[in-house]
Every structure is written in C-alpha cells, then in structure tokens.
C-alpha cells in the first residue's frame, strides 16, 4: 500500500494549568493509505512545535519535514516502517525535536501496518508472546501530605495494586516534608500495593540530597526513586546507584524519560547504573526506537518500563514494545483526571482484565483506535500561513 495523507491534529483542553501534567494537551497523527486504512499515533512534545516539524519548509538537505519523508512511500512490511522511520531521520537531521515529533508518524505507521496484515504490532516487532503487565496508577503528589492520602485511598478504591507519586511538592522543601509526603501515599495505599516515587530532576547534580531521599524512602517500602537527577547528569546517577548498592539500601533508581532518541537512552543504560530504565515511546522516536532500548534492557539486565504521561493511544503502543519480555511485568498507566486520558480511545482505554493486570491487545494494529468525537470535542484548529500561502490548515476527523 503506499501512503496517501499524513494528518494532524491538535487537541487541548480549555484551560491549561502550570503542573507537570501532560494529558492536558497533545499532537494526534493519523496515517491514511491508498487502500483505504488508518493508523493513529502520539506525540509527547509541545504540539505545535512537532506539528510544524511535520509542514515547515525545506532549509537544506538535512530540514526537510516528515510530511515529505512519508507522502507518497510504499508500506507493505515492519522493514517498510523500520526505513521510513530511518528517512525521516535523515531528512530532519537537524530539526530541532524531530525523533519527539516523528514518533507520532511512526506509531502510526505500525498501526496502519498491522491492519494491513492482520497482525498486532508486538508481532511485527519480533515479540512471541504478549505477558501480563501490572499498571501502576501514575499520579502527582498532592500539594501536602493530606492530600496525597486521600489521592492514594482513592487509588486502592478503583482497584489499583501500584502507584507512582511524582512532582508536585516533592524536593521543594525539608527532607522532612518529602518524608512526610511519601508516607501519606504509603498509609493511604495499604502495606501490600507497589509504591513508586517520581522526584521529577529536582536534586539536579546533589548527590547527597538524593541519596538521603533514597535511604529514608526505602523503609516505606518504595520500589524505586525515578528522575532524583537531571537525566544529563549521567556520572551522578553512577554515584549514587554505587552508593545505594553498596549499603544494601533496598530500594531501585530509576530515569530516563527525559532521552529523546536511542543513543542517550543507551548512554543512561550503560553508564548511570540505573535498574529500571523508562522509555517514552511519544518521545524517543516511536516504536522503532523504543523497541531497540528495550532489546539492549533485556541485555543488559535491566528492567524496561514505559513512561507514558499521554493519552491511552500512547499507552497502547507503550505496551507493544516490551510485550514479549516477560520480566518486565510493570506499566505506567495514567491515572489522573484528564478527559484526554481516556477519551482519545475507542474502546475507552486499555481495560484491566479481573486481576487487574493489563496486555497488549491481539487485534491487528495497536488494539485502540482514536475517538473522533473526543477529537472534534478537544481540536485546537491551527492555520500557518508564509506569505498568505498556506502551510497547514488543520483537517476534520
Ligand atoms: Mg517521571
């Protein structure tokens, strides 16, 4: 099949808040082809920055966008999105954000591609096998200890068995306070649920702050402290992986949402002593890239999750990338109040089977498709003109 129409939409909720919740905005790409089909993608980046990634101008031979990589091209085979995704990196060499923007089109692709054979992408990708994942509902620490609790009570109420906290208060205070937060969201989930905590790169390069945060937060049962350091700040991480292992300090350190293509994912790996490596498929590129960091994970012994702070079409093509690793058995699942979360699928979300665990679907493509109503409700409609000539003029669902 060759590919007929690459499309944008932009859907945001009316009102934007200043936290670091990101379903409140995001860039849906669909793939249509001359056969008749669709596929649907996600991008986790500022979405009109990624949106003119996908239109603007040629500059030179290595700005050309994504658009002019995809229009026109042939997609028969995983090899077909495999190079499509290569050209799109050669032609957006130097555009700022490209793997960001790009990965929406190559979600896509893969869906699209899926329906075309009959297959669900984690097949595609080389997996045998699509294992149980436990979904850990993914949710911002409240603005003081109370809050948090009742946060994490709510959570045990719609029958999660883990939770991540992040962001929010955490880090902006005494050690004291952060004790204080993490405690309130281990009484209010119970001694038996899964307890994650997101410092959000607050510590930045302090070493020290992070490692008392990771002894005190051990004895609360956390299975890992995510993001304590800014994700460029490799050799810190290393010192304080090494520190924490060598006092027997139970406790996992976690990054790496913040690399946004294969190479720094590989560097975060392999040098930041991290254990549990957390990949954002809206981010890194798509799922070509993602499932190359999963396979080096796999390696390396070292557990691969996804991170996914977007809309359940992300978590869906999330979940195909490390289907077949059946060691890496945990899933960020968002869990906030966003109507962007759930509402841009159909069927709404990746459903929970009884025992709570998740998998990726067997249905040809992702498994989700996109819910055009939720679109129309929730597109921004963007017009980009150069000298009164259109560039881009957002299409209907
Ligand atoms: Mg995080």
Redesign the pocket.
Known sequence: MKIEAIDLFYVALPKIERSADGTQDSLVVRVRTDNGLEGWGECDASPLVSMAAYVMPMSHSNIINIREALLGETLDSPEDVIRLRAKAGEYGLDIQQLDHAVAGADIALWDVLGKHLGEPVWKLIGHDASYKKLPYASVLFGDDPAETRSIAESIIKRDFRAAKF?WGPMGKGYLEDDIALVQAARDGLGPYAKLMV?A?VIWGDNVDAAYQRAVAFANLDVTWL??PLRSEEVGAYKELSDRVRANGISIGIAGG?GADFYRSADDMMTNAGLDFV?IDVGRIGGITEAKRVADRAHELGIQYVN?T?KSHLSVAASIHVFAGYEEFDLTEYPAGESPLILGLTEPTGIFRDTDGFVRASEAPGLGVEANLDAIRQYQRHVKMEIDGQALFKSDEP
């Open positions: 992040g997101d959000g995510e993001e949402e957390q991170h702070f």
